[in-house]
Nanobody, 127 residues
Framework: VQLQASGGGLVQTGDSLRLSCAAS?????????LGWFRQAPHKEREFVAA????????FYGDSVKGRFAISRDDAMNTVNLQMNSLKPEDTAVYYC????????????????????WGQGTQVTVSS
C-alpha cells in the first residue's frame, strides 16, 4: 500500500491543524490498522496515534492525549489526525503508517510494527 500524507504547515501556539493520509493499492483499506508517528530534528521517531480496523480502537502517545484525535474513512481510503492546542514541542515531520491486520496497544507504539510508511509532512508550531 502507498501512503501520501498532507496537511502540514506553519501555525501558532494554540492553533489547530488537520493532517490527512491517503492510501492506494494494497487491497482493502479497511483491513489495515493505521497510525501516525512524528520525528523532530535530532530526536527519535515518536508514536503519536493509531487506529485499528473494525471494531475500532484508538491509541495515543502520552504527549498528545486529549489534544489529538485520529479517525479513518474507509470509503475514502484516508486516515486523519486532528491536532488541537498545538505547542512548539509538536513541531516535527509527521509520518502516516499502515499495517495489515490487527493491532495491539503495545504494538502500536513500536515503529517496527508498521510495514508501510508515507513520505512525511512538516508541522511547525511557532511560539
Amino acid at each position: 500500500v502507498q501512503l501520501q500524507a498532507s496537511g502540514g504547515g506553519l501555525v501558532q501556539t494554540g492553533d489547530s491543524l488537520r493532517l490527512s493520509c491517503a492510501a492506494s493499492g494494497g487491497g482493502s483499506f479497511s483491513y489495515y490498522a493505521l497510525g501516525w508517528f512524528r520525528q523532530a530534528p535530532h530526536k527519535e521517531r515518536e508514536f503519536v496515534a493509531a487506529i485499528t480496523r473494525i471494531p475500532i480502537s484508538s491509541f495515543y502517545g502520552d504527549s498528545v492525549k486529549g489534544r489529538f484525535a485520529i479517525s479513518r474513512d474507509d470509503a475514502m481510503n484516508t486516515v486523519n489526525l486532528q491536532m488541537n492546542s498545538l505547542k512548539p514541542e509538536d513541531t516535527a515531520v509527521y509520518y502516516c503508517a499502515a499495517v495489515f491486520g490487527g493491532l495491539t496497544s503495545a504494538g502500536a507504539s513500536r515503529a517496527d510494527t508498521w510495514h508501510y510508511w508515507g513520505q512525511g509532512t512538516q508541522v511547525t508550531v511557532s511560539s
